[in-house]
């Protein structure tokens, strides 16, 4: 039986970002965070919901935009070095 993961409302918002703000696709988005697609589509639309009733997200202090990059930059270095160690073994194994 799979288990359920349980994200904070940090993660839930920064994952919609993703796809709001920084122009990945749902599905680019959710593999890159290791979740279904489905759970994006569901925070995007309580968020919208939410963006309606006017409780919408509060905007970053400076620290957590800071904090929020930082991560952000964490992730995509470890996504660049996966794919270079991806790209040199395909390549080794094709000679």
């Not at 122009?23 to 589509?41: D, K, M, P, T, W």
């Not at 995007?44 to 620290?63: C, F, I, N, V």
């Not at 270079?84 to 194994?93: C, D, I, R, S």
């Amino acid at each position: 039986m799979a288990q359920h993961r349980r994200h904070t409302e940090e993660f839930k918002r920064a994952a919609v970002k993703l796809v709001t703000e920084q122009g990945y696709s749902q599905a680019e988005a959710a593999r890159s965070l290791g979740i279904h697609e489905n759970q994006i589509v569901r925070w995007r639309k309580k968020y919208a919901l939410q963006d309606k009733e006017g409780t919408s997200m509060k905007p970053e202090t400076e620290q957590e935009e800071l904090r929020r990059l930082r991560e952000e930059n964490r992730r995509l270095r470890m996504e660049r070095d996966i794919l270079k160690k991806a790209t040199a073994f395909f390549a080794n194994e094709k000679n």
